[in-house]
Nanobody
Framework: QVQLVESGGGLVQAGGSLELSCAASGRAFADYAKGWFRQVPGKEREFVAAIRWSTTLYADSVRGRFTISMDNASNTMSLQMNGLKSEDTAVYYC?????????????????WGQGIQVTVSS
Protein backbone atom coordinates (compact mmCIF):
# COMPACT_ATOMS: atom_id res chain seq x y z
CA GLN A 1 0.00 0.00 0.00
CA VAL A 2 1.20 3.51 -0.87
CA GLN A 3 -0.13 6.72 0.59
CA LEU A 4 0.43 9.96 -1.34
CA VAL A 5 0.14 13.47 0.08
CA GLU A 6 0.51 16.60 -2.04
CA SER A 7 1.74 19.96 -0.79
CA GLY A 8 2.90 23.30 -2.17
CA GLY A 9 -0.17 24.51 -3.99
CA GLY A 10 -1.62 27.98 -3.69
CA LEU A 11 -2.21 31.25 -5.49
CA VAL A 12 0.36 32.77 -7.82
CA GLN A 13 0.36 35.49 -10.46
CA ALA A 14 0.71 34.64 -14.12
CA GLY A 15 4.37 34.23 -15.03
CA GLY A 16 5.25 33.09 -11.54
CA SER A 17 6.43 29.77 -10.18
CA LEU A 18 5.28 27.10 -7.75
CA GLU A 19 6.71 23.79 -6.69
CA LEU A 20 4.41 20.92 -5.83
CA SER A 21 5.58 18.00 -3.74
CA CYS A 22 4.17 14.52 -3.33
CA ALA A 23 5.33 12.66 -0.25
CA ALA A 24 4.91 8.91 -0.31
CA SER A 25 4.73 6.43 2.50
CA GLY A 26 4.35 2.71 2.44
CA ARG A 27 5.88 0.42 -0.11
CA ALA A 28 9.01 1.34 -2.07
CA PHE A 29 7.88 4.40 -3.99
CA ALA A 30 10.97 4.35 -6.18
CA ASP A 31 9.78 1.18 -7.92
CA TYR A 32 6.61 2.82 -9.20
CA ALA A 33 5.98 4.99 -12.19
CA LYS A 34 4.85 8.33 -10.78
CA GLY A 35 3.18 11.33 -12.22
CA TRP A 36 1.02 14.42 -11.97
CA PHE A 37 -2.45 15.03 -13.33
CA ARG A 38 -4.76 18.01 -13.10
CA GLN A 39 -8.46 18.63 -13.29
CA VAL A 40 -10.72 21.65 -13.58
CA PRO A 41 -14.44 21.54 -12.80
CA GLY A 42 -16.47 20.12 -15.65
CA LYS A 43 -13.47 18.65 -17.44
CA GLU A 44 -11.74 15.30 -17.39
CA ARG A 45 -8.57 14.79 -15.44
CA GLU A 46 -5.59 15.37 -17.73
CA PHE A 47 -2.06 14.07 -17.74
CA VAL A 48 0.68 16.58 -16.87
CA ALA A 49 3.97 14.72 -16.38
CA ALA A 50 5.39 11.34 -15.42
CA ILE A 51 8.68 9.89 -14.28
CA ARG A 52 10.18 6.47 -13.81
CA TRP A 53 13.84 6.27 -12.94
CA SER A 54 15.52 8.53 -15.57
CA THR A 55 12.61 8.56 -18.01
CA THR A 56 10.32 11.58 -18.00
CA LEU A 57 7.29 12.49 -20.07
CA TYR A 58 5.38 15.76 -20.35
CA ALA A 59 2.13 16.94 -21.81
CA ASP A 60 2.64 19.32 -24.72
CA SER A 61 0.93 22.09 -22.78
CA VAL A 62 3.57 22.10 -20.02
CA ARG A 63 6.74 20.92 -21.77
CA GLY A 64 9.54 23.44 -21.30
CA ARG A 65 7.79 25.09 -18.34
CA PHE A 66 7.32 22.23 -15.86
CA THR A 67 9.95 19.84 -14.52
CA ILE A 68 9.20 16.59 -12.76
CA SER A 69 11.77 15.06 -10.42
CA MET A 70 12.13 12.37 -7.80
CA ASP A 71 14.15 12.24 -4.58
CA ASN A 72 14.35 8.57 -3.72
CA ALA A 73 16.08 9.27 -0.41
CA SER A 74 13.07 11.17 0.90
CA ASN A 75 10.43 9.32 -1.12
CA THR A 76 9.24 12.64 -2.52
CA MET A 77 8.28 13.56 -6.06
CA SER A 78 8.23 17.19 -7.13
CA LEU A 79 6.79 19.27 -9.94
CA GLN A 80 8.52 22.58 -10.53
CA MET A 81 6.15 24.85 -12.41
CA ASN A 82 7.55 27.97 -14.06
CA GLY A 83 5.97 30.48 -16.37
CA LEU A 84 2.55 29.71 -15.00
CA LYS A 85 -0.50 30.67 -17.03
CA SER A 86 -4.12 31.14 -16.05
CA GLU A 87 -4.95 27.93 -17.91
CA ASP A 88 -2.74 26.02 -15.48
CA THR A 89 -5.31 26.67 -12.76
CA ALA A 90 -6.59 23.29 -11.57
CA VAL A 91 -6.54 20.75 -8.80
CA TYR A 92 -3.30 18.81 -9.17
CA TYR A 93 -3.05 15.16 -8.22
CA CYS A 94 -0.02 12.95 -7.83
CA UNK A 95 -0.34 9.33 -8.81
CA UNK A 96 1.63 6.10 -8.82
CA UNK A 97 1.28 2.91 -10.78
CA UNK A 98 3.35 -0.20 -11.38
CA UNK A 99 3.08 0.42 -15.14
CA UNK A 100 4.44 3.56 -16.81
CA UNK A 101 2.15 3.06 -19.80
CA UNK A 102 -0.87 2.60 -17.56
CA UNK A 103 0.02 5.73 -15.60
CA UNK A 104 0.07 7.80 -18.80
CA UNK A 105 -3.55 6.86 -19.50
CA UNK A 106 -4.74 8.09 -16.10
CA UNK A 107 -7.13 5.16 -15.83
CA UNK A 108 -7.12 2.30 -13.35
CA UNK A 109 -4.23 3.89 -11.50
CA UNK A 110 -2.97 2.09 -8.41
CA UNK A 111 -2.68 5.12 -6.11
CA TRP A 112 -3.85 8.74 -6.07
CA GLY A 113 -3.19 11.63 -3.77
CA GLN A 114 -6.05 13.74 -2.44
CA GLY A 115 -5.32 16.68 -4.74
CA ILE A 116 -4.17 20.24 -4.17
CA GLN A 117 -5.39 23.51 -5.63
CA VAL A 118 -3.21 25.66 -7.86
CA THR A 119 -4.65 29.02 -8.89
CA VAL A 120 -2.92 31.33 -11.35
CA SER A 121 -4.27 34.87 -11.47
CA SER A 122 -3.97 36.86 -14.67
Amino acid sequence: QVQLVESGGGLVQAGGSLELSCAASGRAFADYAKGWFRQVPGKEREFVAAIRWSTTLYADSVRGRFTISMDNASNTMSLQMNGLKSEDTAVYYCAADSSFNQLRTGTNIDYWGQGIQVTVSS
